[in-house]
């Protein structure tokens, strides 16, 4: 994530003073890179000015509490805003440097990161959480980056960040499961990803314009029991995969518009 907002930062305008990495050779090797990509400076801790006004903390969750205290006695904190990225804890992990005069704040993008790809961050939605005067600092970033803007309260930040979760990393998830239940039809794992595109797009089109109820579709809406104990059955030389067919079908029998829906319960139920 520090990579992408870090290049999103400059492309919208932002002076990057310096990025500043930890000791170990790895993370100096790729913070190097990247602070010759956007035109900046690479330090350790130990060597940083920390003379930004902003200064946003890309680091590790277990991570975010250790780097504000470290970062605590090297500089003068009044007047600075800081910020981290976590989408699951609040900004109460920067304490230390809140204690020090710091304003504090967790501006987290709803958005997937991966090594390959720098996602555009337009229209892409930030959760902010904080102090009043570090909130404002960080929905301008937010804006320019061309993002908006929601509030998240502190208790709310771990159901938010599972609601992330289950928007990504755990679709993903469903993905490659689909991929092994292919394989079971002779289906590559590669031929599945490009066969499964047009169906997955449609899905989610149908799902942005209609919502869940309008884009459901398949033996469950039509009560068609009959078809879901084949794919149970055939599903039992795959015991993940089947616990995973069992547990969205059952969401989709307390969420989802279904018909026959006792009958289906029941033959869930024996499996």
Not at 45 to 57: F, G, K, N
Not at 180 to 208: C, D, F, H, K, W
Request: hydrophobic letters at 45%.
């Amino acid at each position: 994530m520090g990579t992408a907002l870090t290049l999103s930062l400059r492309r919208a305008g932002y002076t990057i003073d310096e990025i500043v990495t930890g000791r170990q050779s790895s993370s100096r090797a790729r913070a190097a890179l990247l602070a010759r990509k956007v035109q900046s400076q690479c330090r350790t801790i130990a060597h940083a000015t920390l003379s930004a006004d902003v200064v946003w903390l890309c680091v590790p969750d277990a991570e975010i509490r250790r780097c504000a205290r470290d970062l605590r006695a090297r500089t003068d904190w009044h007047a600075k805003t800081v910020l981290h990225s976590s989408g699951a804890l609040a900004s109460d992990e920067l304490d230390a440097l809140r204690r020090a005069g710091a304003t504090v704040a967790s501006l987290h993008p709803l958005m997937t990161f991966v090594s390959a790809s720098v996602p555009s961050l337009d229209g892409v939605p930030f959760a902010v959480e904080g102090d009043a005067k570090a909130l404002g600092v960080a929905t301008t970033i937010a804006r320019d980056l061309g993002g908006s803007v929601f509030p998240i309260s502190k208790k709310d930040k771990p159901a938010y960040h599972a609601w992330g979760s289950f928007s990504s990393p755990l679709l993903v998830a469903l993905l490659v499961t689909a991929e092994e239940v292919a394989r079971t039809a002779g289906i590559s794992s590669r031929a599945a990803r490009r066969r499964m595109l047009p169906i997955l797009q449609q899905t989610l089109s149908n799902y942005a314009k209609y919502g869940a109820a309008e884009a459901f579709s398949g033996p469950l809406i039509r009560g068609d029991v009959a078809t879901i104990s084949k794919h149970l059955e055939v599903l039992r030389r795959l015991p993940l995969a089947r616990a995973v067919y069992i547990a969205l079908a059952q969401a989709a029998l307390h969420k989802l518009p279904v018909s026959r829906r006792m009958q289906s319960a029941k033959l869930l139920d024996q499996f």
